[in-house]
């Protein structure tokens, strides 16, 4: 294997052994505030990484993880893939079930880079153009789109434990 082709494959596997414990740590602090009811999806190819629901099997809640090696200031949007966005509105639209809907991403401390930070963002459709657009993830030298995206205004995310303070009376709804 030449020189370039195992540096790539040396970072795929660090990322996704980033990734792995970004989980396993996210899991934990979901639990923490939305208790023990949150669970982790088994399938790798589920659109959210994890879910609650109720007594009655309806989904409350879904939460997607990005784990990322930046901080919050950064780039002025992170996104995650469209297709998530159109699964929850089909979910909403076409069945009983009407999930809350969170993005966290999991970013580096300003401070330390080896330190983590996770931050919250609610998913609400109505949010379009004041919190999120839709767009390209492009290769420019290429000249060509790799998918399309949700971008979402950095400055509309919240440390995790910021947001269960100002919002405790809804978490347990």
């Not at 494959?9 to 990734?19: E, I, P, R, S, T």
């Not at 809350?100 to 609610?122: D, F, G, S």
């Amino acid at each position: 294997m030449n020189k370039l082709k195992e540096l790539e494959v040396n970072f795929k596997h660090a990322d996704y052994q980033l990734g792995e414990i970004g989980e396993k740590n996210t899991l934990e602090t979901l639990r923490e505030y939305w208790g023990d009811g949150v669970k982790q999806f088994t399938n790798k190819f589920s659109p959210f990484d994890f879910y609650k629901k109720d007594e009655n099997g309806q989904l409350t809640h879904l939460w997607e993880l990005k784990t990322r090696r930046c901080n919050i200031d950064t780039y002025p949007t992170l996104c995650f893939g469209l297709s998530k966005k159109l699964y929850v509105d089909e979910l909403i639209k076409n069945t009983t079930q009407k999930p809350k809907v969170y993005i966290i991403w999991l970013l580096e401390m300003k401070e330390n880079a080896k330190r983590r930070i996770h931050y919250i963002w609610r998913y609400k459709k109505k949010r379009e153009n004041t919190h999120y657009t839709i767009g390209d993830i492009s290769n420019a030298k290429r000249n060509q789109v790799l998918k399309r995206a949700v971008f979402v205004k950095t400055n509309k995310l919240k440390p995790i434990l910021q947001y269960i303070t100002t919002h405790q009376r809804i978490l347990s709804a």
